[in-house]
């Protein structure tokens, strides 16, 4: 089931499948969000309760072994919408005995959507009624409709930053993107996803700008409570993770 919130600046459609956003709107008309291709047909899946994945999808806690889908199970769940107006939504999901096959852990998920003025505010509040302790992770994948391809774009941070960039997957390695970013700013382009994503960390920036070549703001994401950025795209696409 499909659920908008309105407002004077932004029209979002979300969705109970994932909890996921399916479009922003801005108040320009303009779609925001990725629209889905073959290559990624997602628009904004939630990463919950691991981001990545584990080797052949295994991994072992209390010498027992468990197996979890790429990104966690809460992209494929069926969220129930517990609060509803024109400008907000709560949606849940609770462990129960499917999830406890991936993940042995009880837990109630609540993902937040709230309308203010121009921002859409996402809270995620992971509550754990069990009596261990939980160990997990949560994100947003959120793709960005690029429609003049990847070179048309870049990302602005807020600050400079000499971060460090670790590829995710398929092997580890570091590099220095400094090499990559200057004066705050990383130029988008095919070659800088061939390897995949990286993962940015040790930011001193509260938010990055994600513009085209002429300066025309697309979105502004604010990641101050969060401790790492992830950027991925697929060469010769036109959108960004």
Request: hydrophobic content about 35%; some cysteine; overall charge negative.
């Amino acid at each position: 089931m499909n659920y908008i919130l309105k407002n004077e600046s932004l029209t979002v459609t979300i969705n109970d499948t994932g909890a996921e956003i399916l479009s922003i709107i801005n108040e320009a008309g303009e779609e925001v969000v990725h629209q889905g291709c073959d290559v990624y047909p997602k628009h904004c899946p939630i990463c919950f309760p691991v981001i990545g994945g584990f080797p052949d999808g295994i991994y072992s806690y209390n010498n027992k072994s468990y197996k979890i889908n790429f990104h966690g199970f809460a992209a494929s769940s069926v969220f129930e919408a517990v609060k509803v107006s024109d400008t907000e939504i709560s949606f849940k999901i609770s462990s129960n005995e499917e999830t406890l096959k991936a993940f042995p852990f009880n837990f109630d998920l609540y993902v937040n959507y709230t309308l203010k003025d121009k921002d859409l505010i996402t809270d995620y509040v992971i509550k754990n009624t069990g009596d261990d302790v939980m160990y997990y992770s949560v994100g947003s994948h959120t793709g960005y409709k690029l429609d003049k391809g990847l070179k048309g774009y870049r990302i602005k941070f807020q600050r400079e930053e000499d971060s460090l960039g670790v590829k995710l997957l398929p092997d580890n390695y570091s590099f220095s993107v400094s090499e990559m970013i200057k004066n705050g700013v990383l130029q988008l382009d095919d070659k800088l996803f061939k390897k995949g994503c990286f993962t940015l960390t040790d930011l001193s920036s509260d938010y990055l700008i994600l513009e085209d070549n002429d300066g025309k703001e697309i979105a502004k994401l604010d990641f101050s409570e969060f401790k790492y950025v992830t950027v991925w795209s697929v060469p010769d696409n036109k959108y960004v993770c």
